[in-house]
């Protein structure tokens, strides 16, 4: 089982960056493909990022690709989402999670572990 943490969010102006942090418990986190996930209100929750248990292979978002990128440390079991040039449509609260690898990335049903989430907030 893996339990997931984000921290790093906050209230930045338009342009602004922000650096989200995803820290896993359990010794199985570097066997998990890792996904970032986002949920404004009255909205359904949206694929942002993935990346591999290996941090070969990152995927994103048509509308985030260019300013976000995930990395991810596994000797500190820890998923990282920088986001620069934000927008106001950023705004949501950002969830990770983690799932077996070989599924879909971006069908949230297809994570077996989310954090509790981390809210960005972005002023025009």
């Known amino acids: 089982q893996v339990q997931l943490v984000e921290s790093g969010g906050g209230l930045v102006q338009a342009g602004g960056s922000l650096r989200l942090s995803c820290a896993a418990s359990?010794?199985?986190?570097?066997?998990?493909?890792m996904g970032w996930f986002r949920q404004a209100p009255g909205k359904e929750r949206e694929f942002v990022a993935a990346?591999?248990?290996?941090?070969?292979?990152?995927d994103y978002a048509d509308s985030v690709k260019g300013r976000f990128t995930i990395s991810r440390d596994n000797a500190k079991n820890t998923v990282f989402l920088q986001m620069n040039s934000l927008k106001p449509e950023d705004t949501a609260v950002y969830y990770c999670?983690?799932?077996?690898?070989?599924?879909?990335?971006?069908?949230?049903?297809?994570?077996?572990?989310w954090g509790q989430g981390t809210q960005v907030t972005v002023s025009s």
């Open positions: 999670a983690a799932q077996v690898h070989g599924s879909s990335w971006y069908d949230p049903l297809q994570y077996a572990y």
């Open positions: 359990g010794r199985t986190f570097s066997s998990y493909d």
């Open positions: 990346i591999s248990w290996g941090g070969s292979i990152t």
